[in-house]
Nanobody, 118 residues
Framework: VQLQASGGGLVQAGGSLRLSCAAS????????VAWFRQAQGKEREFVAS????????SYADSVKGRFTISRDIAKSTVVLQANSPKSEDTAVYYC????????????WGQGTLVTVSS
C-alpha cells in the first residue's frame, strides 16, 4: 500500500483548505484511512478517519464541525476538507491506513505542511 498526501500550503484563518490522500495497492473496503497531524514541538495527534468504503467518519473534538473527511471513489483518494481553519491547525498532516482488525496504522504517507495565518 502506498499513500500520497497533497494539498498543504498557506491558508488564512477562516478560509478553507483541501487535503487529499491518494492510495494505491491493496486496500480493502474495511480498511480505515486516517489523517493525523503533528505541530512543531508537539506529539502527533489524530484528526479524522473514515473507512475506505466511505463509511464511519470519525473526528477529533478539536476539528469536529469544521473539518470533513470523505472518500472520492473515482480518484481513489480520501479528502480532508478544512473549513474555518485556525492558527492552532498549523501542522504537518499525514494520512495513514490500517486493516480493520489491527490497532496500529501500518502504512503512512509523507506529510504535507499546512500553515494557517491569522
Amino acid at each position: 500500500v502506498q499513500l500520497q498526501a497533497s494539498g498543504g500550503g498557506l491558508v488564512q484563518a477562516g478560509g478553507s483548505l483541501r487535503l487529499s490522500c491518494a492510495a494505491s495497492g491493496r486496500i480493502f473496503s474495511s480498511n480505515t484511512v486516517a489523517w493525523f497531524r503533528q505541530a512543531q514541538g508537539k506529539e502527533r495527534e489524530f484528526v479524522a478517519s473514515i473507512r475506505w468504503s466511505g463509511n464511519s467518519p470519525s473526528y477529533a473534538d478539536s476539528v469536529k464541525g469544521r473539518f470533513t473527511i470523505s472518500r472520492d471513489i473515482a480518484k481513489s483518494t480520501v479528502v480532508l476538507q478544512a473549513n474555518s481553519p485556525k492558527s492552532e491547525d498549523t501542522a504537518v498532516y499525514y494520512c495513514a491506513t490500517r486493516a480493520n482488525w489491527k490497532l496500529e496504522y501500518g502504512y503512512w504517507g509523507q506529510g504535507t505542511l499546512v500553515t494557517v495565518s491569522s
